[in-house]
């Protein structure tokens, strides 16, 4: 079992759509980020977050620290949010990180 | 925000020979730089990590003469494929942290590598 889990795998959604991504961890943390990697394979860091809620534009990410749990939120989603959004964390005190699966959201026109 | 940089952002090299990526931050001073490889489809998979001025730690099943990480400064680190064979061909990232207490981690462009 993989220590991050992510949910959905594979999410398509219409233009407009409200979407959301799971990620549920089953160790403790010091920090969880939410990454965004697009075809061409380049990774651009969304959020790092150990607490509460963080909102950038049309992004939102929470944790749940007692649930180990946290989602990314993407409000009035848009074609261009296609991509590969990825769930990682640093395990205690660990600069490395560990990462979950990926899921590959599909906005379609 | 902080970038780092990746060179050659492609090569294609052929069986036997070997291969140098760079991996450069261009505003920050790395002291803690990453390298990841990730096959079709499947996540990131952490290979090393190096620390300015020290041997790299390498992760379980990495073989460390194959893979020759090097960080000699606050800014550069090199990951060099000796050797290189058609399984090595993938993508290899590089991070880098400025170790100041975050753990935020910015990450390269990436590197295809394809042996033929």
């Known amino acids: 079992k993989n220590e991050v889990e992510q949910s959905p795998q594979n999410l398509t959604a219409q233009e407009g759509e409200f979407i959301t991504i799971n990620c549920s961890y089953s160790v403790g943390i010091s920090a969880l980020h939410w990454l965004q990697q697009h075809p061409g394979g380049g990774i651009v860091s969304l959020f790092m977050?150990?607490?509460g809620k963080k909102k950038h534009g049309r992004l939102i990410a929470t944790i749940n620290i007692q649930e180990k749990h946290s989602s990314l939120h993407i409000t009035a989603s848009h074609p261009r949010d296609s991509a590969v959004y990825i769930c990682?964390?640093?395990?205690?005190?660990?600069?490395?990180?560990?990462f979950g699966k990926g899921t590959k959201l599909t906005v379609n026109p | 925000g902080a970038v780092v940089s990746q060179h050659p952002s492609r090569v294609i090299c052929k069986s036997g020979t070997s291969v140098k990526i760079e991996c450069r931050s261009l505003?920050?001073?790395?002291?803690?730089m990453f390298w990841y490889r990730q096959f079709p489809k499947q996540s990131l998979m952490l290979m090393a990590t190096?620390?300015?001025?020290?041997?790299?730690?390498?992760e379980q099943g990495v073989e460390k003469d194959k893979f020759l990480i090097n960080h000699a400064s606050l800014t550069l680190s090199t990951l060099t494929v000796t050797s290189a064979h058609p399984e090595d061909s993938s993508f290899y990232i590089c991070s880098a942290s400025s170790g100041t207490g975050s753990y935020e981690q910015y990450f390269g462009p990436g590197t295809r590598l394809t042996v033929t």
């Open positions: 977050l150990s607490s």
């Open positions: 190096s620390n300015e001025g020290s041997k790299a730690t390498y």
């Open positions: 990682a964390v640093n395990q205690g005190g660990s600069e490395k990180l560990v």
């Open positions: 505003d920050f001073q790395a002291t803690t």
